[in-house]
């Protein structure tokens, strides 16, 4: 009879702030920029320099930490993990081993669970730390360059207790987590600019069995899709080695996506390997109760919250709710644009609609969305009046979606509103007639679709800027 094995996986999520500089000292953190310009002698790790903590960092850990339940630490301090290599200038990087600013947290996921539907993720600790440089290997030269532009950018390291079972539960936990950093406004969690990682820490043991097995960690993972991969990949290669009667080996693997295998880098590290110490260079932390209750006092509405006063508030479907609170800056949108419009349904109907179908057109990410509430409110109160019909309101969206025009000076300037001249409406729709009298003997043949052709032509004849209910009632008087 076949064993059957069950998976073991922990995560440690790294996260860059949103802050506008780095964790120790002055230089930007902003993405991309010519190598090594968003630089100082403390990122740089240069002698004498010396580190100050940026207070926002520790804002943002902390908000982070009490939107997954965690204890916050009242007292801490950083602590030097010593470690050789060319992108970390200083030869150690500045993190806490020993008293992390959160501890013992959890998040909430979606499950197979047959009684409640739920999984509790435990949350080990979340600690700051400031991130390293980047090696840029070049090949035409055969040699390796250094960029310290990201060393010195401010992380924050959440690390999970080993509670999921699954890819599944996996990209479910990552979602959760990443909705939440993104509601504070803490981070982006760009996967593909790295503003949010992902390490995978994974074992394989016996259905049944109490003790955990060998685990071996995955890096270099930058996408949900290449997480679920390189899980899977690795599940079956554990259970591989052990069917043949192999042990697996404690390392750290990186997981290839494109070949869809993963290779050895180096056996798995212990923290006496990197012989941490205080940093004698950084005062403690003290969280004090003033600075704790203001960030409290912050914490903004989360999605769970967003979608019971949803449907209480704006009678919206579920699935609408579901899709509009899966992003903040969609959630902001809906939320402004019928602030000044009162109109929910219709608000929801255009971001259901045009706005999903431009975004997966034009792959563009949701919080990259750029038109205004404003413009989208007067482009609902221009159909509502009927100064433009739903065709010419599609068009102008389009144009809004791209470059956030006043839809109200664009109809104008284009000369796009509703012909509402019934005598002028009524000559067109007699030519149309006159000009198609297959159609009008089809139509009063009992051929319903022969009156979708005129009433298409009457449109084409008016360049599209007449009310298509106003052409039916005509179509079918004179016919």
């Given at each position: 009879?076949?064993?059957?094995?069950?998976?073991?996986?922990?995560?440690e999520?790294?996260?860059?702030?949103?802050?506008?500089?780095?964790?120790?000292?002055?230089?930007?953190?902003?993405?991309?920029?010519?190598?090594?310009?968003?630089?100082?002698?403390?990122?740089?790790?240069?002698?004498?320099?010396?580190?100050?903590?940026?207070?926002?960092?520790?804002?943002?850990?902390?908000?982070?930490?009490?939107?997954?339940?965690?204890?916050?630490?009242?007292?801490?301090?950083?602590?030097?993990?010593?470690?050789?290599?060319?992108?970390?200038?200083?030869?150690?990087?500045?993190?806490?081993?020993?008293?992390?600013?959160?501890?013992?947290?959890?998040?909430?996921?979606?499950?197979?669970?047959?009684?409640?539907?739920?999984?509790?993720?435990?949350?080990?600790?979340?600690?700051?730390?400031?991130?390293?440089?980047?090696?840029?290997?070049?090949?035409?030269?055969?040699?390796?360059?250094?960029?310290?532009?990201?060393?010195?950018?401010?992380?924050?390291?959440?690390?999970?207790?080993?509670?999921?079972?699954?890819?599944?539960?996996?990209?479910?936990?990552?979602?959760?987590?990443?909705?939440?950093?993104?509601?504070?406004?803490?981070?982006?969690?760009?996967?593909?600019?790295?503003?949010?990682?992902?390490?995978?820490?994974?074992?394989?043991?016996?259905?049944?069995?109490?003790?955990?097995?060998?685990?071996?960690?995955?890096?270099?993972?930058?996408?949900?899709?290449?997480?679920?991969?390189?899980?899977e990949?690795?599940?079956?290669?554990?259970?591989?080695?052990?069917e043949?009667?192999?042990?697996?080996?404690?390392?750290?693997?990186r997981?290839d996506?494109?070949?869809?295998?993963?290779?050895?880098?180096?056996?798995?590290?212990?923290?006496?390997?990197?012989?941490?110490?205080?940093d004698?260079?950084?005062?403690?932390?003290?969280?004090s109760?003033?600075?704790?209750?203001?960030?409290?006092?912050?914490q903004?509405?989360?999605?769970?919250?967003?979608?019971?006063?949803?449907?209480?508030?704006?009678?919206?479907?579920?699935?609408?709710?579901?899709?509009?609170?899966?992003?903040?800056?969609?959630?902001?949108?809906?939320?402004?644009?019928?602030?000044?419009?009162?109109?929910?349904?219709?608000?929801?109907?255009?971001?259901?609609?045009?706005?999903?179908?431009?975004?997966?057109e034009?792959?563009?990410?949701?919080?990259?969305?750029?038109?205004?509430?404003?413009?989208?409110?007067?482009?609902?109160?221009?159909?509502?009046?009927?100064?433009?019909?739903?065709?010419?309101?599609?068009?102008?969206?389009?144009?809004?979606?791209?470059?956030?025009?006043?839809?109200?000076?664009?109809?104008?300037?284009?000369?796009?509103?509703?012909?509402?001249?019934?005598?002028?409406?009524?000559?067109?729709?007699?030519?149309?007639?006159?000009?198609?009298?297959?159609?009008?003997?089809?139509?009063r043949?009992?051929?319903?679709?022969?009156?979708?052709?005129?009433?298409?032509?009457?449109?084409?004849?008016?360049?599209?800027?007449?009310?298509?209910?106003?052409?039916?009632?005509?179509?079918?008087?004179?016919?």
């Open positions: 009879m076949a064993k059957e094995y069950e998976t073991v996986i922990g995560l999520v790294h996260v860059e702030l949103a802050t506008k500089t780095k964790i120790f000292c002055g230089c930007s953190t902003e993405f991309g920029g010519a190598p090594n310009t968003h630089t100082c002698p403390v990122c740089t790790g240069m002698p004498g320099s010396l580190p100050v903590l940026n207070k926002k960092v520790l804002e943002y850990a902390i908000a982070v930490g009490l939107a997954t339940d965690c204890e916050i630490t009242r007292y801490g301090k950083f602590d030097r993990k010593n470690y050789f290599y060319p992108d970390n200038p200083q030869n150690y990087q500045i993190s806490q081993l020993y008293l992390p600013i959160c501890r013992n947290g959890s998040v909430e996921i979606e499950s197979n669970d047959a009684e409640t539907g739920k999984k509790k993720i435990g949350i080990h600790e979340i600690h700051m730390e400031e991130d390293a440089g980047k090696l840029v290997h070049d090949e035409w030269d055969d040699c390796s360059l250094v960029d310290y532009n990201r060393s010195g950018v401010p992380l924050i390291e959440i690390v999970s207790e080993p509670d999921m079972r699954s890819a599944e539960e996996v990209i479910a936990y990552l979602e959760k987590l990443r909705l939440i950093i993104q509601y504070l406004g803490a981070s982006d969690c760009k996967l593909q600019e790295g503003s949010m990682r992902a390490d995978v820490n994974l074992s394989v043991r016996e259905a049944g069995a109490k003790e955990f097995g060998t685990r071996t960690e995955m890096k270099n993972l930058n996408s949900f899709k290449a997480i679920a991969r390189a899980i990949g690795e599940r079956e290669r554990q259970i591989d080695l052990l043949e009667g192999k042990e697996v080996i404690q390392e750290t693997r997981w996506d494109a070949k869809g295998e993963s290779y050895a880098m180096r056996s798995k590290e212990d923290a006496q390997d990197y012989r941490y110490f205080p004698p260079d950084l005062v403690p932390i003290v969280v109760d003033e600075l704790l209750a203001q960030i409290r006092a912050k903004p509405e989360f999605r769970s919250e967003k979608m019971l006063r949803y449907k209480e508030e704006y009678q919206i479907p579920d699935y609408d709710i579901d899709i509009i609170t899966g992003s903040k800056r969609m959630a902001d949108l809906f939320e402004e644009t019928v602030a000044i419009c009162k109109e929910p349904k219709k608000v929801s109907n255009w971001l259901m609609g045009e706005t999903l179908r431009l975004m997966k034009k792959e563009v990410d949701a919080e990259k969305l750029c038109f205004s509430p404003a413009n989208l409110a007067k482009l609902i109160a221009l159909v509502d009046s009927k100064a433009i019909n739903g065709s010419v309101a599609k068009e102008v969206f389009e144009i809004m979606f791209e470059k956030d025009i006043d839809p109200e000076k664009y109809v104008e300037d284009k000369g796009l509103k509703t012909v509402n001249d019934e005598g002028a409406l009524r000559k067109t729709v007699e030519d149309v007639i006159a000009q198609n009298p297959q159609s009008v003997e089809d139509y043949g009992g051929k319903e679709k022969a009156l979708g052709f005129l009433v298409g032509q009457t449109m084409k004849a008016m360049q599209g800027k007449a009310d298509p209910g106003m052409v039916n009632k005509l179509l079918k008087e004179l016919l």
